[in-house]
């Protein structure tokens, strides 16, 4: 590994390819040949507001994005969006049906892990009179009442009939439960169960899997939104993906009830000053578009599919060894479990401390979980290579034959 790196499983920022790392060292000097550093030129010269258009292009061409959607580039993380949907959607909802009494329009989640329970406490806070309603908890129906660890059945679904939005965490970072890619699945895609072909209100909070494969029924959501630092580069960027008709105006809203928006949560002047309305993250931008180009050479969205489709069933064939002789124990349920996100525990008294210690010795580092949950947790992003992914398993099959029995 060059530059005394090593392997990264982190949950993120995490790792991204060495070669756009090094061709980023090069454009801070010299941005795309124009003696200027990234860091230091205008985000309003025309070399730079030609790179960002390339940005949005590589990734409306790479997920095949409808042009029904505008692709927005925003600041303050998956955090700000779980405050700027909620503000957006109620203005949008207040605009169709302006007589509705505020209690009455609702606000659906589904909970499968940490982050949407996050979203759906920051909705409580800002509904300003309007309900929010859990449209699905998983934890209800884990054995403990109180575990993620799983991917709610079709049959667990209480929708509201008319919801200002219906809102998902595509990929549960710290639990590892994601939506299935399955269409035979049944809980690939619950919101098929919604009439398709509406505007439907739905949003997605795709952090954690953007860019690793295509995205389900992309042309029926409301609005995708990412933070870059997981799969498409370094924090500061969020990208959102935002149907037209969400896009309105948050003043001719507010005069119908609710608090004005700020500017900055505000999708509307982002979508007509093409992601400008302020100094947008001009690194953050940057790495962004190499990583993407990168991705494009490789073959998009469709390569890294079929990279991380390999990658996660090796880790989860080496848990599923490691649970058999009781020296590993996974928590989430067949057919709920991340491809992005391996969660496990290793089994026995000192036992996880002596798998990280181990895994570092070797130059593999980020196993750690996250804070709330311990144990381990194993981030497959994009930029974590396969030949990476088999040196763990490697590990993980040598940790369970040492093990104690
Ligand atoms: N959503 C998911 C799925 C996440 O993994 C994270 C952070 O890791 C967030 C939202 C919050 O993102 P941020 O830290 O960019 O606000």
Redesign the pocket.
Known sequence: MPHGRITNFG??PSALPVEVLEEAAQGLLNFEGTGIGIAEISHRSKEFTAYLAGVEAQIRTQLAVPPTHTILFLQ???????SAIVLNMLARHRLLHPDLPERERVLDYVLT?S??A??AKEAARLAAGATVHIAADARTLSPSGAAFDRIPPRSAYAFSPAPALIYY??????SGTQFATDPADPASFPFDLLPSGTLLPLVG?????FMSRPIPRLADHAIVY??A??NVGP?GL?VAIVRQDCIVDVDAAARLGGAPVPTALAYAPFAKQLSMPNTPPVFALYVTGLVLRHSAALGGVEHYAAVNRRKQAKVYAALRAGEAKGVLRGHVQPGSASWMNVVFNVLGDGAEARFLAGAEAQGMKGLKGHRSVGGIRASLYNAVTEEEVDKLVAYMHEFIEQAPV
């Not at 909070?205 to 899997?209: C, F, L, R, T």
Request: charged share 15%.
């Open positions: 949950a993120g303050g993380g998956g955090t700000a969006q779980f892990g982050w949407s996050a979203a965490c595509e990929n549960e970072t710290v909070d795709h952090s954690s899997s990412a933070g630092q997981k924090a969020t």
